[in-house]
């Protein structure tokens, strides 16, 4: 199924070319878009990435989703590169190249109305500063400040293994209700966000309550405390709750004269509601 994303006019050049010149266009097959990571250094190969800027021979082709069939022109040997695209603060509005994942860059060979499998397994780029919090420890590296009345915990794979993503580890929960229905977990003073320069959040999360993510700053003497983007919940209506992954981009934070920054990750629970949970794993800062 061929699934092209805001290109409706360039895909519709590329038909009517070949209508004109009576060629038969040969299909790129992409794989559904994933990571390979270095676990010690990278941390976990979670992703989510919709979305990818697609080049034939360095000619772009379009936005295609995960996993769609491209139609080509050229055929024969090519060179196919691919950006890998998410959904900035998690709003499908807003679709950008994620800075820290390398061009993947491939050859192939084309055969007119036959399909070549391309598997776009994306990577890190080299050197980044990354620090990751896989939550396979007791200890939590979170602190949780006034505006919290309960912890995270930690959920060991072997003993709560439907609190974990299968093949992740460990993770961390956490549990509301009446007698405590808030929760801020405050990143540690060792967390590095006061360089200058790009700077994103990555977050696996699964929740029945929406979560907020925001900043503590100091700005002209004054500590500030800034809600910045709201995740809604995972849990669907029929009763699912699967685990799903948010790029969060802090740049607007780090590219300011502010300092001691940390971030944040809250929950609390809603009017009328009694109890909520949920589960966060493979949080990482990105930066270069």
């Known amino acids: 199924m061929i699934r092209p994303l805001r290109q409706g006019a360039l895909i519709l050049l590329l038909f009517a070319s070949c209508e004109e010149s009576g060629t038969v266009p040969a299909y790129l097959e992409l794989s559904k878009f994933s990571v390979s990571c270095d676990p010690v250094i990278e941390g976990a190969n979670t992703s989510n990435i919709p979305i990818s800027w697609v080049y034939v021979n360095d000619q772009l082709l379009g936005v295609w989703e995960s996993a769609s069939e491209v139609p080509v022109i050229p055929n024969g040997a090519v060179n196919v590169k691919l950006r890998a695209g998410v959904y900035r603060n998690g709003v499908s509005s807003e679709p950008v190249q994620y800075p820290f994942y390398r061009l993947l860059s491939l050859g192939a060979q084309l055969t007119p109305d036959r399909g070549t ?23 939590m590296p979170f602190t949780f400040d006034v505006a919290s009345d309960t912890v995270l915990l930690h959920r060991d794979s072997t003993a709560y293994p439907s609190d974990t993503q299968e093949g992740y580890g460990d993770a961390a929960a956490f ?23 790009t700077c994103w959040l990555e977050l696996d999360y699964r929740t029945d309550v929406r979560l907020l993510v925001g900043m503590y700053y100091t ?64 949080v990482k800062l990105v930066r270069p």
């Open 117 to 139: 499998p391309v598997q776009a397994v994306f990577a890190y780029q080299p050197d980044l500063d990354i620090w990751h919090a896989p939550f396979d420890d007791v200890d």
């Open 175 to 197: 549990f509301l209700d009446a007698d405590h229905p808030k929760i801020r977990a405050v990143s540690f003073e060792n967390v590095d966000l006061e360089a200058v320069g």
């Open 219 to 282: 700005s002209g003497g004054i500590v500030q405390d800034e809600p910045y983007v709201y995740i809604a919940p995972s849990k669907r209506d029929d009763g699912g709750m699967p685990w799903k992954k948010i790029y969060i981009d802090l740049t607007p934070f780090t590219a300011q004269n502010t300092s001691d920054r940390k971030f944040y990750i809250a929950a609390q629970l809603e009017s009328g509601a009694t109890a909520a949970e949920g589960w966060i794993d493979n």
